[in-house]
C-alpha cells in the first residue's frame, strides 16, 4: 500500500497529521482511554475537520456523543455485527495539556503515575501488590519487568532492594511514559525500553517478574503469559528466577515443569497467587 505512514507515539503533533484532513478513530475498551486520545487527537486537528469514530457496543462507545458534544457534533451512520459506527464535525478547539490526565497513587511513600488505559490506573492492582509484598533487600542482580505497565513493580522492588538494576518492558507507548514518570518520581533509576515482551530485549537477568494479562482487548487470551513463560530461559542466568502473579483460576504448572527444573507457589490468597521458578 503506498502513501501510508505509520507512527508509534504516544502524542500526536501537529508535524505529524499535516497532511490529513480526516480523523478515523477505534473506539478502544476504555472509556477513559478514549477519551485521553481523542482529546490529543482533535486539539491537533482544525475545526471543520471530519471524524469518524467506531466501536464495539461493549467498550462504550455510545457514550462518545454525549462526552465529546462540547467539541465534536456526532451522528451514529450505522450499526452491524455488535459495532457501532459515528460521524461528525470538529466544531471547538480544545488545549490539550499531558499533565492533567495522570493520575496519582502512593504506596509505602512511592509515587505512581498512572494515564488512562493504563493498567492500574484506577488504583493499584491487588495481584501487584500482592506481587511487590514478596520482594526483599535480598533480591540483587539484575532485573527484567515485563509489561511494566505504570512502574509500580519495578519501583516496589527497587523500594526494598535500591542495587538491583532494572530493565523496564512494554510495548505501550502510554505505560513507557508512565513508568519513567514514576522511576522520576521517585528519584529512581532504571531503563525504560518499548518491547513487545523480548522483542527488544538482547540480554539475560537474574531475575523476570510480571504482572502479566490475560485479556486482548475485550478478548480472554493467554498467549502472552505462556510465551513469557515458554521464552524466559532464554533471557535468565543460569540461576535465574521467573516470579510472576496470575488469578487464582489459572494454571500454569504443566508448562512450568516443561521449562524450569523447579517451581512454587511463593504466595496465595483467595483470588491471586505468586509463581517463582528456577532454571
Not at 9 to 37: M, V
Not at 90 to 107: G, P, R, S, Y
Not at 127 to 154: E, M, Y
Request: aromatic share 14%; charged share 20%; hydrophobic share 40%.
Amino acid at each position: 500500500m503506498k502513501n501510508i505512514s505509520v507512527y508509534n507515539n504516544l502524542l500526536i503533533s501537529k508535524e505529524t497529521i499535516k497532511n490529513c484532513d480526516t480523523i478515523i478513530y477505534y473506539w478502544p475498551k476504555d472509556k477513559l482511554e478514549a477519551t485521553f486520545q481523542l482529546m490529543n487527537i482533535i486539539s491537533s486537528f482544525p475545526v471543520d475537520t471530519e471524524i469518524f469514530i467506531v466501536g464495539h457496543n461493549a467498550s462504550g462507545v455510545k457514550s462518545a456523543p454525549l462526552i465529546f458534544q462540547k467539541w465534536i457534533k456526532l451522528d451514529k451512520v450505522d450499526n452491524a455485527k455488535h459495532s457501532i459506527l459515528f460521524s461528525g464535525f470538529i466544531k471547538k478547539n480544545i488545549v490539550f495539556i499531558l499533565e492533567d490526565f495522570f493520575k496519582t497513587h502512593v504506596w509505602r511513600d512511592l509515587i505512581i503515575k498512572s494515564l488512562p488505559g493504563v493498567f492500574g490506573h484506577k488504583k493499584i492492582d491487588t495481584g501487584s501488590k500482592l506481587l511487590a509484598s514478596t520482594f526483599s533487600n535480598k533480591i540483587t542482580g539484575t532485573v527484567l519487568d515485563i509489561g511494566c505497565g505504570t512502574g509500580f513493580l519495578s519501583a516496589s522492588l527497587l523500594y526494598f532492594s535500591p542495587n538491583a538494576i532494572l530493565t523496564l518492558v512494554d510495548n505501550d507507548m502510554s505505560s513507557l511514559k508512565c513508568s519513567q514518570f514514576t522511576l522520576d518520581a521517585n528519584k529512581l533509576k532504571g531503563d525504560v525500553v518499548c518491547s513487545d515482551l523480548y522483542s527488544n530485549v538482547f540480554q539475560k537477568f537474574d531475575l523476570i517478574i510480571s504482572n502479566p494479562p490475560f485479556h486482548n482487548d475485550l478478548k480472554i487470551d493467554f498467549n502472552i503469559i505462556e510465551k513469557m513463560i515458554c521464552c524466559s530461559r532464554k533471557y535468565l542466568t543460569l540461576r535465574g528466577e521467573l516470579r510472576f502473579v496470575t488469578n487464582n483460576f489459572l494454571n500454569f504448572n504443566i508448562l512450568l515443569k516443561r521449562f524450569f527444573k523447579k517451581f512454587y507457589i511463593l504466595k496465595k490468597t483467595s483470588k491471586y497467587k505468586v509463581y517463582q521458578a528456577f532454571l
